[in-house]
C-alpha cells in the first residue's frame, strides 16, 4: 500500500486539523463538519494528481483549447455516519462520481473491551472494473476498513483502490496495509502514534460521529 501523509509538508490543512482537534472549537457542530469538509476537499485534490486523463478539446468563445481531463470512471463509498461530511468533501471534487453508502460499527458482545465489527448495511453501484474511493475520517485499528472491504468485494472487485482518512493510528493503518491489495493508496491528512486501551486515537479529536451529528444512544 501505498501512504501519503499529507500533513508531513505544512499547509493550510494544519489550520482545519488544529480545529477539529480543539477541544473547545469542536464544540460547533457546524464548524466541525465544514472543516472535515474542507480536509476532504484537500484529499480530492491530492489524489486527483494520481488520476488517468485523456486529451479533449473544449471550445471557448473565442477559439479552441486542448485540456487533460480524467477519465476514471470513479465510485465514491463512505462508512455511515461519521464519514457523511468527509463524503461531501470529496464530492465537491468528483462530482460526476456514483456514490455507495456502508454501515459499520463497534459491537461489544461481552461489554467489555473487546469488539467486532458488524457491517449491516450496503447500498452501492457496480463497482467492478472501477476506482473505489472508500472514505472513513477516522483510522484507528483499521478493522472496520478491513471489514467493510470484505463486505465489498462481494458484490465485485474495483480496478483500483484509494482510501481517504483525516486522522489514523500507526498501528491501525500498519492493519490496513497487511489486509488490502498492494496497489492501494491510503490518502491521509495526519497520523498519530497510538491507540488507548478501548482502540481510539491518541491524541486524536475525539468521537467524529458524535461531534459532527450529536451523541448517540
Not at 460526476?96 to 459491537?107: G, L, Q, T
Not at 483500483?160 to 500498519?174: C, N, P, R, S, T
Request: charged content about 25%; overall charge negative; hydrophobic content about 40%.
Amino acid at each position: 500500500m501505498t501512504i501519503h501523509h499529507i500533513a508531513e509538508n505544512n499547509s493550510v490543512l494544519n489550520t482545519f486539523l488544529s480545529e477539529i482537534r480543539d477541544k473547545n472549537i469542536q464544540k460547533d457542530s457546524l464548524r466541525f463538519r465544514r472543516n472535515i469538509e474542507r480536509i476532504g476537499e484537500i484529499l480530492s485534490y491530492e489524489l486527483s494528481k494520481t488520476l488517468s486523463y485523456n486529451k479533449v478539446d473544449v471550445t471557448t468563445p473565442l477559439g479552441n483549447k486542448e485540456v487533460q481531463l480524467p477519465t476514471n470512471d470513479l465510485v465514491l463509498c463512505s462508512i455511515l455516519r461519521a464519514g457523511l461530511p468527509l463524503h461531501q468533501g470529496l464530492l465537491n471534487y468528483f462530482d460526476k462520481a456514483e456514490n455507495a453508502f456502508i454501515s459499520a460499527y463497534r459491537h461489544h458482545p461481552n461489554n467489555d473491551q473487546e469488539f467486532e465489527i458488524v457491517v449491516e448495511y450496503f447500498a452501492s453501484p457496480e463497482i467492478e472494473n472501477k476506482t473505489l474511493l472508500l472514505a472513513d475520517p477516522m483510522l484507528a485499528t483499521g478493522q472496520s476498513l478491513v471489514a467493510v472491504y470484505e463486505a465489498i468485494k462481494k458484490q465485485g472487485i474495483p480496478k483500483d483502490i484509494h482510501i481517504l482518512a483525516v486522522i489514523g493510528a500507526k498501528e491501525g493503518v500498519d492493519f490496513v496495509a497487511e489486509h488490502f491489495p498492494e496497489n492501494t493508496h491510503l490518502w491521509i491528512a495526519t497520523i498519530d502514534d497510538s491507540l488507548n486501551e478501548k482502540g481510539y486515537i491518541i491524541p486524536g479529536l475525539g468521537d467524529a460521529g458524535d461531534l459532527a451529528f450529536g451523541q448517540k444512544l
